[in-house]
């Protein structure tokens, strides 16, 4: 493992363990200012151990480039291998179907890196393809896609695809859900993307009844594929030991159900660890009502896309037959699907 490897790999594992943003991204940065150096440059500053004086490289990048440029598995990384790591219990077999991700950010919107370094990510956990699904305007906060900029990221996708083949980069968008119902991109572009992702992300508050009419008028939005974190809640923690950091929203879950199953619309499994959404007893119902699944690790950096494994244990427990779950299909077998909706 060389330097510059051994940076990007402790920024990847702090982003697994959803340990600090600044701190993983200044491990990026590191790794970044190495990636500029001429070669004989960074070995000179190896040798003579002048790192630290590079803008952007400090004390703790600086020891792991060094381990690493010794031939030694750095500290950091021998550490964060362990406590990061993500259990894979019973979904194991499960795992092994998943062909890819339905859900994912980019720098984009509101994820830490390129689509081609997710892409890359991706492959390197054994997927087929990733659905790249940058936030839509609404979410300025996450520098969401107004039509320009989404165009624009067709066209690097496209790209892309020639580049990493026969890896794939499908096209998509988590788009916003409106008080309303509505979506959040121009109807013309939702019909050039490969996937739609449709959630709530604002007015979480909102009353039981006008939440389920704003959920279920996107439900059967014809170019909506997947329902996204239904509930919005946050979380911490794990099984009975799981505390509420934010409340689920309230929406008659029979009638969206109902909703999804009646127009082909998938219900998402969110992998990430403080989302768990949606709860169980959802889920359930999800399931009693026929509905299609989506294991989707939400991911906003390379680290977080290994959190499909934690999704893949409770599909397990629930007893959800793989062929029901989007990603356990084909790219082609996606594309067609989403097309015939």
């Not at 200044?26 to 500053?45: G, H, K, N």
């Not at 050039?192 to 006008?210: I, K, Q, T, W």
Request: proline share 5%; net charge negative.
């Amino acid at each position: 493992m060389g330097p510059i490897e051994a940076l990007d790999r402790v920024a990847y594992l702090m982003d697994r363990g959803l340990m600090s943003s600044y701190k993983s991204s200044a491990f990026r940065r590191a790794a970044d200012t190495l990636r500029s150096l001429p070669a004989d440059e960074l070995e000179d500053r190896l040798t003579h151990g002048t790192l630290g004086t590079l803008p952007g490289v400090g004390a703790s990048t600086a020891a792991v480039a060094q381990q690493a440029a010794a031939g030694q598995v750095p500290d950091r990384i021998r550490e964060l291998e362990n406590a990061t790591r993500i259990p894979l219990g019973a979904g194991a077999r499960l795992r092994d179907l998943l062909r890819g991700d339905c859900h994912s950010h980019s720098t984009w919107s509101d994820g830490r890196v390129p689509v081609a370094e997710m892409a890359r990510a991706a492959a390197a956990l054994g997927h087929e393809y990733l659905v790249v699904t940058d936030h839509s305007p609404r979410l300025t906060v996450a520098h969401g896609l107004n039509p320009d900029r989404l165009r624009a990221q067709l066209d690097e996708i496209e790209a892309l695809n020639v580049e990493l083949a026969p890896f794939r980069i499908l096209t998509g968008i988590e788009v916003d859900i409106f008080d309303d119902g509505t979506l959040d991109q121009e109807e013309d572009l939702l019909s050039r993307l490969d996937l739609v992702v449709a959630s709530v992300h604002a007015d979480l508050g909102m009353d039981r009844a006008a939440m389920t009419r704003r959920m279920v008028r996107a439900a059967a939005h014809p170019h909506v594929d997947i329902l996204g974190h239904c509930t919005g809640r946050k979380v911490k923690g794990f099984g009975t030991a799981i505390k509420t950091v934010r409340p689920p929203s309230t929406f008659d879950a029979e009638i969206v159900f109902a909703a999804c199953a009646t127009y082909g619309t998938a219900v998402e499994i969110n992998c990430r660890p403080e989302r768990q959404d949606p709860p169980p007893e959802l889920l359930d119902l999800a399931l009693e009502w026929g509905c299609l699944i989506s294991i989707d690790s939400d991911a906003h950096s390379p680290g977080h896309l290994e959190f499909v494994d934690l999704g893949c244990d409770r599909a397990v427990s629930h007893g959800i037959n793989p062929e029901r779950i989007l990603n356990t299909w084909s790219a082609d077998d996606l594309r067609a699907w989403a097309s015939s909706k």
